[in-house]
């Protein structure tokens, strides 16, 4: 069993940044795959990045690419997204995920991650 909590979301300008934490439990967080997801009001639950178990691999979705940065430290069970050059377009609820792989695959379907997290607000002021 795996608990999720992420922390960082709040308001900001475009063009600000932010960096979103999740912290997780348990001792098994580097046999995780990692990844964060994102849902606006009225709208589906999106795939934002995903990061391996060993943080070497990394994914990013068209729309944040080169915007967003995910990383992990698994000596403090937490994975980060930092998210620069904000647009209004990204205010969601954003959730952490975890999935246990230890492969190279990059899961970028929200029913391939067993475990999520409450979210967290992002929202970004025009």
């Known amino acids: 069993q795996v608990q999720l909590v992420e922390s960082g979301g709040g308001l900001v300008q475009a063009g600000g940044s932010l960096r979103l934490s999740c912290a997780a439990s348990?001792?098994?967080?580097?046999?995780?795959?990692m990844g964060w997801f994102r849902q606006a009001p009225g709208k589906e639950r999106e795939f934002v990045s995903t990061i391996t178990w060993s943080g070497a691999g990394t994914y990013y979705a068209d729309s944040v690419k080169g915007r967003f940065a995910i990383s992990r430290d698994n000596a403090k069970n937490t994975v980060y997204l930092q998210m620069n050059s904000l647009k209004p377009e990204d205010t969601a609820v954003y959730y952490c995920?975890?999935?246990?792989?230890?492969?190279?695959?990059?899961?970028?379907?929200?029913?391939?991650?067993?475990?999520w997290g409450q979210g967290t607000q992002v929202t970004v002021s025009s």
């Open positions: 995920a975890a999935r246990y792989y230890t492969g190279t695959y990059y899961a970028r379907t929200w029913s391939e991650y067993d475990y």
């Open positions: 348990g001792r098994t967080f580097s046999s995780y795959a």
